[in-house]
């Protein structure tokens, strides 16, 4: 396959996401990385050109996404990529069937972070680790991403509520008491007046990667399971104290930037470890009941 042909094809696209799409920086290269992917596959396996391409050769794709992956949603979700790479080659009347799957009824248990770990984490006095407990905080308190932080300026703490704009939509979201207090602190001891808050070593906004290995460092340093911690994993923990207080499931998509609530419910699953403690809980009702 040309190098140079393939370079300017997958330049192209990227320009196209950021500036057309006006998707952010990390799902961009996600798509343009699935992209190039599929063009190798196409030139280097199949021998043939982007205007060869129909709906049978697609299909021939996802068979071959089924020999090399096993999980259905990583399948899906790299046929999902691939046809936004399609709409932009002018072929996005090409759709193949998604693999069926069967919807989880619960969350697998040690993936998220627990409430008692996020409060040991709260207790790091190490200063190197201050920014980390910080980004655990926002996450934690407002649900934003972590793509998101760089936006959080100082006049918006004061305002009492933050700005983001993400995957083409603006949306507000609240600081409640705690988290506002806790930032003015936190910019008051910095001498932060204006801008962005959360910035790095060389005053610049972190990177979803770098906001990642930060937590990693932080969980480390308390003792807490790595993988469980992780910005996402804050940005649950928030969904699941939010519903639980507000049961508003229209709202708190709202704050998370769901477009369809189905997407929020899937923050709301239970682990099959909480599902057997309510059981366990319910059964010594009846058994009290019964009794009775």
Known sequence: MNEKFLSNKLKEFEEYLLYDVENSDYTTKKYVSEAKKFLIWLY??????????????????K???????????TINGKLGMNHVFLKYLGKGDIIVKRLKTVKRNCKPNGRYVKEIDYKILNKCTNKKHEKAVIVVNIIANTGIRAS???QIIYEMVVEGKITVKN?????????NKHIKRYLLKYCKKHNITTGPIILNRKCKVYSRSG???????????????????????FRHLFAVKHYSVHKD???????????????????????????????????KGTKKATEL
Do not use: C
Request: aromatic content about 8%; overall charge positive; hydrophobic content about 40%.
């Open 148 to 150: 998101e932080i760089g």
């Open 211 to 233: 906001i990642w290995r930060m937590l990693k460092r932080l969980a480390e340093e308390m003792g807490i399971d790595v993988k469980t911690v992780f910005p996402h994993s």
């Open 63 to 73: 068979k071959y996404l089924q020999k090399i992956y096993t999980n259905p949603d």
């Open 249 to 283: 499931i229209e709202a708190l998509a709202t704050i998370l930037g769901h477009s369809n609530t189905s997407t929020t419910m899937i923050y709301l699953r239970k682990t099959a470890e909480e599902y057997g403690i309510t059981m366990n809980i319910w059964h």
């Open 44 to 61: 280097d396996v199949k021998s043939m050109s982007i205007s060869k391409i129909d709906k049978k050769l697609i299909v021939e794709y």
């Open 167 to 175: 995957k083409g939509k603006i949306r507000e979201i609240p600081l």
